[in-house]
Protein backbone atom coordinates (compact mmCIF):
# COMPACT_ATOMS: atom_id res chain seq x y z
CA UNK A 1 0.00 0.00 0.00
CA UNK A 2 0.90 2.90 -0.98
CA UNK A 3 0.59 5.58 2.09
CA UNK A 4 0.95 9.42 2.16
CA UNK A 5 0.89 11.83 5.51
CA UNK A 6 -0.32 15.58 5.32
CA UNK A 7 -0.29 17.83 7.30
CA UNK A 8 -3.14 20.21 7.28
CA UNK A 9 -2.37 24.61 8.36
CA UNK A 10 0.45 25.19 6.18
CA UNK A 11 0.46 22.39 3.63
CA UNK A 12 -3.68 22.16 2.30
CA UNK A 13 -4.27 25.54 3.61
CA UNK A 14 -3.44 28.42 4.97
CA UNK A 15 -2.31 28.97 8.22
CA UNK A 16 -2.80 31.61 10.62
CA UNK A 17 -1.62 32.55 14.09
CA UNK A 18 -5.07 33.59 15.09
CA UNK A 19 -5.96 29.51 14.04
CA UNK A 20 -8.31 29.14 11.74
CA UNK A 21 -11.44 28.65 13.74
CA UNK A 22 -14.29 27.84 11.04
CA UNK A 23 -14.65 27.46 7.38
CA UNK A 24 -14.87 30.62 6.36
CA UNK A 25 -11.65 31.29 7.51
CA UNK A 26 -10.60 27.87 6.05
CA UNK A 27 -8.82 28.48 2.40
CA UNK A 28 -6.59 25.75 0.46
CA UNK A 29 -3.40 26.24 -0.62
CA UNK A 30 -3.50 27.12 -4.79
CA UNK A 31 -3.22 23.83 -6.39
CA UNK A 32 -2.99 21.75 -2.80
CA UNK A 33 -6.34 20.71 -3.72
CA UNK A 34 -5.70 19.12 -7.31
CA UNK A 35 -2.25 17.97 -5.80
CA UNK A 36 -4.40 15.40 -3.10
CA UNK A 37 -6.47 14.47 -5.43
CA UNK A 38 -3.67 13.19 -8.11
CA UNK A 39 -2.04 11.62 -4.97
CA UNK A 40 -5.12 9.73 -4.62
CA UNK A 41 -5.78 8.61 -8.29
CA UNK A 42 -2.24 7.28 -8.54
CA UNK A 43 -2.88 4.96 -5.93
CA UNK A 44 -1.77 6.51 -2.77
CA UNK A 45 -3.70 6.19 0.82
CA UNK A 46 -4.41 10.08 2.32
CA UNK A 47 -4.05 9.93 5.59
CA UNK A 48 -3.80 13.78 7.67
CA UNK A 49 -2.25 14.83 10.95
CA UNK A 50 -2.74 17.95 12.35
CA UNK A 51 -2.35 19.30 15.57
CA UNK A 52 -5.73 21.61 16.24
CA UNK A 53 -4.63 22.99 19.82
CA UNK A 54 -7.85 25.89 19.12
CA UNK A 55 -9.70 23.32 20.42
CA UNK A 56 -8.95 23.22 24.23
CA UNK A 57 -7.61 27.15 23.97
CA UNK A 58 -11.92 27.22 23.28
CA UNK A 59 -11.43 28.98 20.29
CA UNK A 60 -13.73 26.63 18.54
CA UNK A 61 -15.13 23.27 19.01
CA UNK A 62 -15.21 19.96 17.33
CA UNK A 63 -18.48 20.89 15.21
CA UNK A 64 -16.53 23.72 13.71
CA UNK A 65 -13.93 21.44 12.96
CA UNK A 66 -16.01 18.74 11.28
CA UNK A 67 -17.33 21.25 9.09
CA UNK A 68 -13.82 22.36 8.06
CA UNK A 69 -12.87 18.65 7.49
CA UNK A 70 -16.48 17.48 5.71
CA UNK A 71 -15.51 20.72 3.51
CA UNK A 72 -11.85 19.50 2.71
CA UNK A 73 -13.45 16.27 1.87
CA UNK A 74 -15.96 17.51 -0.15
CA UNK A 75 -13.68 19.41 -2.47
CA UNK A 76 -11.07 16.84 -3.33
CA UNK A 77 -13.81 14.25 -4.13
CA UNK A 78 -15.05 16.95 -6.20
CA UNK A 79 -11.75 16.82 -8.18
CA UNK A 80 -11.76 12.86 -8.27
CA UNK A 81 -9.98 12.31 -5.16
CA UNK A 82 -9.89 10.64 -1.54
CA UNK A 83 -9.05 10.91 1.82
CA UNK A 84 -8.66 8.45 3.92
CA UNK A 85 -8.88 9.50 7.08
CA UNK A 86 -8.15 12.66 9.01
CA UNK A 87 -6.13 12.60 12.23
CA UNK A 88 -6.09 15.66 15.09
CA UNK A 89 -4.66 16.88 18.29
CA UNK A 90 -6.85 18.89 20.38
CA UNK A 91 -4.14 19.45 22.96
CA UNK A 92 -2.22 22.66 23.89
CA UNK A 93 1.70 22.24 23.93
CA UNK A 94 0.58 22.40 28.22
CA UNK A 95 -0.88 19.27 28.10
CA UNK A 96 1.64 17.22 27.28
CA UNK A 97 -0.07 15.03 25.91
CA UNK A 98 1.36 12.05 22.93
CA UNK A 99 -0.42 12.71 20.09
CA UNK A 100 0.45 16.57 19.92
CA UNK A 101 3.27 16.65 16.93
CA UNK A 102 6.20 16.46 17.51
CA UNK A 103 5.00 13.30 19.61
CA UNK A 104 4.06 10.79 17.90
CA UNK A 105 0.47 9.48 18.80
CA UNK A 106 -1.05 10.44 15.87
CA UNK A 107 1.42 8.50 13.86
CA UNK A 108 0.69 5.57 15.58
CA UNK A 109 -2.91 5.94 15.40
CA UNK A 110 -2.40 5.94 11.49
CA UNK A 111 -0.64 3.24 11.40
CA UNK A 112 -2.63 1.31 13.49
CA UNK A 113 -5.73 2.40 11.58
CA UNK A 114 -4.13 1.80 8.04
CA UNK A 115 -2.57 -1.35 9.91
CA UNK A 116 1.04 -0.69 7.95
CA UNK A 117 4.55 0.29 9.41
CA UNK A 118 5.17 3.65 8.69
CA UNK A 119 8.96 2.92 7.75
CA UNK A 120 9.90 5.62 4.37
CA UNK A 121 6.20 7.04 4.91
CA UNK A 122 6.27 10.24 2.80
CA UNK A 123 5.48 12.96 5.48
CA UNK A 124 4.78 16.54 4.08
CA UNK A 125 4.87 19.12 6.52
CA UNK A 126 5.79 22.64 6.88
CA UNK A 127 7.11 23.08 10.38
CA UNK A 128 9.63 21.43 12.67
CA UNK A 129 7.66 19.64 14.42
CA UNK A 130 5.72 17.96 11.64
CA UNK A 131 9.79 16.61 10.70
CA UNK A 132 10.37 15.46 14.07
CA UNK A 133 7.56 13.41 14.12
CA UNK A 134 8.07 11.91 10.80
CA UNK A 135 11.86 11.06 11.89
CA UNK A 136 10.91 9.87 15.19
CA UNK A 137 8.72 7.53 13.33
CA UNK A 138 11.15 6.34 10.39
CA UNK A 139 9.07 8.11 8.03
CA UNK A 140 10.49 10.15 4.95
CA UNK A 141 10.20 13.65 5.95
CA UNK A 142 9.13 16.19 3.29
CA UNK A 143 8.93 19.64 3.83
CA UNK A 144 6.98 22.60 1.94
CA UNK A 145 8.01 25.97 1.55
CA UNK A 146 4.79 27.09 2.23
CA UNK A 147 2.51 27.76 5.98
CA UNK A 148 6.23 28.02 8.44
CA UNK A 149 8.38 26.25 5.72
CA UNK A 150 10.38 29.36 5.13
CA UNK A 151 11.04 30.00 8.65
CA UNK A 152 11.61 26.33 9.81
CA UNK A 153 14.37 26.44 6.53
CA UNK A 154 15.91 29.53 8.43
CA UNK A 155 15.68 28.34 12.04
CA UNK A 156 17.21 24.65 10.84
CA UNK A 157 19.09 25.01 8.26
CA UNK A 158 21.39 22.55 9.53
CA UNK A 159 19.11 19.65 9.75
CA UNK A 160 16.79 20.00 6.53
CA UNK A 161 19.95 19.62 4.43
CA UNK A 162 19.16 16.10 4.04
CA UNK A 163 15.23 16.27 3.41
CA UNK A 164 13.50 17.20 0.40
CA UNK A 165 12.20 20.65 0.24
CA UNK A 166 9.54 21.73 -2.28
CA UNK A 167 8.01 25.11 -3.20
CA UNK A 168 3.97 24.06 -1.90
CA UNK A 169 2.24 20.45 -1.38
CA UNK A 170 1.78 20.13 -5.65
CA UNK A 171 5.27 20.10 -6.65
CA UNK A 172 5.99 17.36 -3.82
CA UNK A 173 3.04 15.67 -5.15
CA UNK A 174 4.13 15.79 -8.66
CA UNK A 175 7.26 14.18 -7.55
CA UNK A 176 5.99 11.80 -5.18
CA UNK A 177 3.77 10.50 -8.43
CA UNK A 178 6.25 10.36 -10.64
CA UNK A 179 8.94 8.23 -8.39
CA UNK A 180 5.69 5.73 -7.72
CA UNK A 181 5.30 5.40 -11.37
CA UNK A 182 9.35 4.85 -12.15
Known amino acids: ?22 INE ?7 LEAIAKLSQAGFKIAVATNQSGINRGLFGIQE ?7 LHNRVRELGGYIDAIFFCPHQPKDHCDCRKPNTGLFRLIANFFQVSLNGVPTIGDSWRDIEAALSMNCRPILVRTGKGEETLQ ?3 EDIKKIP ?3 DLSAAAAELIKDSIL
Open 26 to 32: WHPIPGS
Open 1 to 22: MKLIILDRDGVINFDSDEYIKN
Open 155 to 157: LHQ
Open 65 to 71: LDEMHQM
Open 165 to 167: VYT
